[in-house]
């Protein structure tokens, strides 16, 4: 059970309703759990929005490989939430199931990095999310593995992505988000 409420719309300051309706017509209603516990700082809700939506609309990089990165990062970062949340955009993207069966199973996502079930592009996804998330700072191997196989543009939505979603498990961790009862995987 989260430790703050997850405000429903009557809840939520009056004057900035049109912001958590917003939240519901971008992100589904009824909303996802770690976007209602974030409606607990309701001046961030709209900034939040409009960062998050830019960073998905206005993404380069081909889904496929963010949303390896991303279910990579919340590996790393033990967010089950923030796994299961991105399985299904994961698929949808191109990630095939066995890839993310292995990401699921695995003790150490290191362990990944030798895998024959991903291409050295993948593998560089992979290193990347491991490392940022692990120690913050990358190497220099990491870094030029990843820029060699994308173009900077793309290698940047990737540093963003694993930034946001590093901060998405920091908040879900604490808080104690749970996944939503009507979610399913695909």
């Known amino acids: 059970m989260a ?28 909303a996802p759990h770690v976007f ?8 961030l809700l709209a900034p939040l929005l409009d960062f998050t ?23 790393a970062a033990n967010s089950t939430y923030e ?6 955009a994961a698929l949808k993207g191109g990630a095939p199931r066995e890839q993310l069966e292995a ?21 560089a996804v992979l290193a990347y999310a491991i490392e940022a998330t692990k120690h913050v700072e990358v190497t220099d191997a990491t870094w030029n593995a990843l820029t060699a196989a994308f173009p900077l543009r793309e290698a940047m939505d990737l540093v963003m992505a ?10 879900n961790g604490p808080l104690r988000v749970a996944l939503e009862p009507w979610f399913k995987r695909a």
């Not at 209602?36 to 001046?43: E, I, K, R």
């Not at 380069?60 to 963010?66: F, I």
């Not at 990401?103 to 593998?123: G, N, Q």
């Not at 694993?162 to 908040?171: G, L, P, Q």
Request: with cysteine; hydrophobic share 40%; net charge neutral.
């Open 3 to 30: 430790r703050v409420p997850l405000p429903g719309r009557e809840d939520f300051p009056e004057e900035l309703r049109p912001v958590y309706d917003r939240m519901l017509k971008e992100r589904g209603d009824p």
């Open 36 to 43: 209602l516990a974030l409606c607990n700082m309701p001046n």
């Open 53 to 75: 939506g830019e960073m998905r609309r206005g993404a380069v990089m081909p889904a496929r490989y963010r949303e390896l990165g991303v279910c990579m990062t919340a590996r």
């Open 83 to 88: 796994f299961n949340k991105h399985w299904n």
């Open 103 to 123: 990401m699921e199973a695995c003790t150490e996502p290191e362990d990944l990095l030798a895998s024959p079930l991903f291409d050295a592009k993948e593998r």
């Open 162 to 171: 694993v930034a946001w979603y590093n901060a998405v498990a920091r908040i």
